[in-house]
């Protein structure tokens, strides 16, 4: 007896020492590049900082009420829900019907599969360049296009409207490789002996894509639709590169708000506050998704 417990004991603690050998380097990851971020992140939140980063004042809330209170603030909240509706609606709307286009079989649309996924090849900085060129008010395609139709042309990098739409252009040609490809592989894998029975019954290929392909594929549209919306919120790059939050504000977005206030005007403490702000927003509409989405996710 003494000896099976013993024997259990032993094994038992043979099990913890492996998890933990296995686990420990993924923890420790975790631990140093997430979760310490993470909660200084938040300690930072409720302290006055110095140029360095270092706490100085405890204010409390103070932050908080302080940005909630700020039409600036406020101003680039609603900038970022605009940008992030935008282009979430566009890429998985778009990413959906390029998906379908490309799964008929015609000839030549192993061509299009191509082109549809290429921009995931093209890194954040050739995509700015590429999209300042196409936006360019003198020599840009869409100038060109504007003269040769006799129609105005639009200053879309210095006015705060066509700013906007300029940004959610190139965000959401940025992202429709992705979005293409997982709704792609997604199509693919729906049996053919629906859509060859829905022929059969002689139901159209609208009815057939709203009634078959998309309840088959509504775990990929579950997915794709919180990765997009995630990725929206923490969009930096192209608004860096083609409008740096301008004109007046009009693409000054959260996460280039506190990449302002963090690394140009060395104020850690506002740049914490709005970091955690941040997060519970996302979290927030991930929580929404979750709860609203998934009821009609068909596994």
Request: proline share 3%; aromatic share 16%.
């Amino acid at each position: 007896m003494a000896t099976g417990l013993s024997y259990n004991k032993s094994k038992a603690l043979r099990d913890r020492l492996y998890a933990l050998i296995f686990l420990g380097p993924s923890l420790l990851v975790l631990i140093v590049f997430v979760f310490f971020p993470m909660f200084r992140t938040l300690y930072l939140s409720f302290f006055l900082t110095n140029n360095l980063g270092k706490p100085t004042v405890f204010i409390g809330f103070a932050n908080y009420i302080s940005l909630l209170s700020s039409s600036a603030y406020l101003h680039s909240l609603q900038a970022t829900f605009i940008y992030v509706i935008a282009v979430s609606c566009l890429t998985l709307t778009l990413g959906l019907l390029l998906a379908q286009t490309a799964s008929q079989k015609v000839r030549g649309i192993s061509f299009f599969r191509t082109i549809f996924s290429g921009t995931m090849g093209v890194s954040v900085s050739v995509a700015a360049i590429f999209w300042l060129f196409i936006f360019n008010p003198s020599v840009g395609m869409l100038d060109q296009l504007a003269n040769l139709l006799h129609l105005p042309a639009i200053n879309w990098l210095t006015q705060p409207g066509w700013a906007m739409t300029a940004v959610v252009i190139s965000t959401v040609w940025m992202n429709l490789g992705f979005t293409f490809l997982i709704f792609f592989g997604a199509i693919q894998s729906v049996p053919s002996t629906l859509y060859e029975a829905a022929q059969i019954e002689g139901v159209s290929k609208i009815y057939q894509f709203f009634h078959i392909t998309l309840p088959m594929i509504s775990p990929t549209l579950f997915f794709v639709s919180i990765i997009t919306l995630i990725e929206s919120f923490k969009s930096f790059g192209l608004i860096d590169l083609m409008t740096a939050g301008g004109p007046d504000n009009a693409t000054n977005l959260l996460v280039y708000r506190i990449y302002q206030d963090a690394f140009l005007s060395g104020n850690y403490g506002l740049a914490s506050t709005e970091s955690v702000i941040l997060a519970l927003i996302i979290a927030f509409f991930t929580f929404i998704q979750f709860k609203v989405l998934e009821k009609r996710v068909n596994y």
